[in-house]
């Protein structure tokens, strides 16, 4: 089946997919007509929690149900993806190898994250602090009310570090992995742990096997994605990749998440700051580690240094796509 068992072909898809996304995005268009699959699995796990998390029912009782949503919700994605896949090579192999790169770029998310991580540094130099806090409210859950100017800077830059690693690195490698339906299971996996995994008196207990699925799918990733960030920073003058391989070593295991420090600590070590640390959720304030050991007080030009050394991570994500694919074509 194309683009699920042979690995030129689940490649070959990913380049395509990485390709089409960094020129296009998801168009608007398209969203306003059909939506994005994001969202359709999303109304799915809402679905889901309304008729399987009960109140009322013990832990024990809501943690089963937990994970059979995850299950119900593995077996509809992956369905769905097979069979799109399946369609897709029933065109032929041209043909469904571009259908399948259409699709999947849906998956990964370069350019809209690139484009709200922006819209942050724009919106402090335009308007200073209010509308620097209103832009980052669009990509972090973080109470904006709390944070400075370089607060507003840092939480962009994490969210750029973190969303790296799982919005582009993570499905990539599951598409380049296992084609459409990889890349499909991973989004559904990391779309419940955002919307039901979190430590809340509601999903505490349902939302813990889609929390703790996601973070095994993201290890892999979050690796690959620090790994990246400190090649990128070899490429450019305005970093290091000797500070980011060191704050790597040094931090990545002390983040209170298994797999985003990776990313926070590599590109915190390539610009000399400090990201994560303390930091306010609504009205609860979350105590972790500082990643990195440069300055705190990041600026608008920080966040555009950070964009830079993510655009460069990127052209080293599409080359290795592209050197695997080579290599699996003349294998």
């Known amino acids: 089946m194309l683009a699920l068992l042979h690995p030129p072909d689940s490649l070959l898809v990913l380049l395509l997919a990485l390709a089409l996304e960094a020129a296009a995005g998801y168009p608007d268009r398209l969203y306003r007509a059909i939506g994005h699959p994001v969202t359709w699995i999303g109304r799915l796990i809402a679905a889901l929690d309304r008729a399987l998390n009960r109140e009322a029912d013990p832990p024990g009782r809501r943690r089963a149900a937990g994970i059979l949503a995850l299950l119900v919700l593995l077996t509809a994605t992956g369905l769905a993806a097979i069979g799109a896949a399946a369609a897709a090579a029933a065109c032929g192999a041209g043909a469904g190898l571009l259908l399948c790169g259409l699709a999947a770029a849906s998956l990964p998310a370069q350019r809209s994250l690139h484009d709200h991580v922006a819209r942050v540094a724009e919106a402090l130099v335009r308007e200073g602090l209010p509308g620097g806090r209103r832009e980052v409210a669009m990509i972090v859950g973080r109470n904006p009310d709390t944070l400075d100017e370089a607060g507003v800077c840092r939480a962009a830059i994490e969210s750029l570090a973190e969303n790296f690693s799982d919005g582009i690195v993570a499905p990539a490698f599951w598409l380049g992995l296992a084609g459409l339906p990889g890349g499909a299971l991973y989004k559904a ?92 959720y609504g009205r609860t304030r979350i105590e972790d580690a500082w990643m990195g050991d440069g300055r705190a007080g990041a600026g608008p030009q920080d966040v555009v240094r950070a964009l830079a050394l993510y655009r460069t991570a990127c052209g080293l994500l599409w080359g290795a796509a592209a050197l695997l694919a080579a290599a699996a074509c003349l294998a």
């Open 189 to 280: 996996v990391n779309t419940a742990d955002s919307m039901i995994g979190h430590r809340t008196p509601r999903h505490a207990a349902f939302g813990w096997a889609s929390a703790r699925l996601d973070d095994l799918v993201n290890l892999p990733a979050s690796r690959l994605a620090a790994g990246l960030l400190i090649g990128a920073a070899l490429l450019r003058p305005d970093a290091s990749a000797r500070g980011a391989l060191a704050a790597v070593r040094r931090d990545a295991g002390r983040h209170r998440s298994p797999n985003a420090g990776w990313p926070e600590a590599a590109m915190a070590g390539a610009l000399a700051l400090r990201l994560a640390g303390p930091r306010t």
